[in-house]
């Protein structure tokens, strides 16, 4: 991708909008051969821009989903234990309990369980991978240090085998929810972008992309009341994810247009947590609906 344009029509044609700041970063991203780092709420697409590059190059998508406690060997390797047990057994049975030579064909490659990290620094027939390191704020402090050192050199280190280098370093993308801050010097390392819930009409291109089958009208009351939503003092906001679900959801029931039942059948798919359903349903939701009505009239 040779310009900003290709990147936003490479992604496009993937069925990812996007607006020129972020096609902006990505293509920097790819020039550079920086990492991307991608903040913003959940359900804002920051995972979704991951899998969209990925299939616009034709690359393979390795995911490191983080979680809390999630260590470097999690994350890198880890060895067979019960076939390595299975092998010795059986090289005893034989009488071949040779220990050097035991323990030299044990932590071989043969038994090696490659993790995401280990696995994007491996040569790939398509070219260098996508890696997306997901939700990296719900990682520690110790594992954003061992990351900041993996991405610095592109190479990991196995004790019984040596380090293994990419080849081609692997295009990565960081994502966060900013649960937590992450630390300055991993972000120093990435080109940054706050991934914003989208205007109304750049949703509306995003849900007619992703669910075409919705009437133009459905679309809009749909993406009015999101974003009408969105001003409510929620415990979770819907993203984007959820203007899609919802959709889908409503074209299933066959819906035509919005109404205080069906929205009050369906908050499900929008809303996460039952004290924002309990807010919002009954009068609220049929209020909500007629502000986001006098949105769409004009003036």
Known sequence: MQSIDEVQSALAAQDYVCGRALATVVFLSLKL?????????????KTEIAKAIAAALGRDLIRLQCYEGLDSASAVYEWNFPAQMIAIRAAEAEGNADKNLLQRSVFSGDFLVERPLLQAMRPHRAGAPVLLIDEIDRTDEPFEAFLLEALS????TIPELGTIKAPQPPLVILTSNRTREVHDALKRRCLYHWVDYPSFEREIEILQARAPEATETLSREIVAFVQRLRREDLFKRPGVAETIDWAKCLLALDAIDLSPQVIADTLGAILKYQDDIARIEGSEAGRLLDEARADLSPA
């Open 33 to 45: 051969g920086r990492p991307l780092f991608l903040e913003g709420e959940a359900g804002t697409g």
């Open 153 to 156: 050199d592109f190479q990991v």
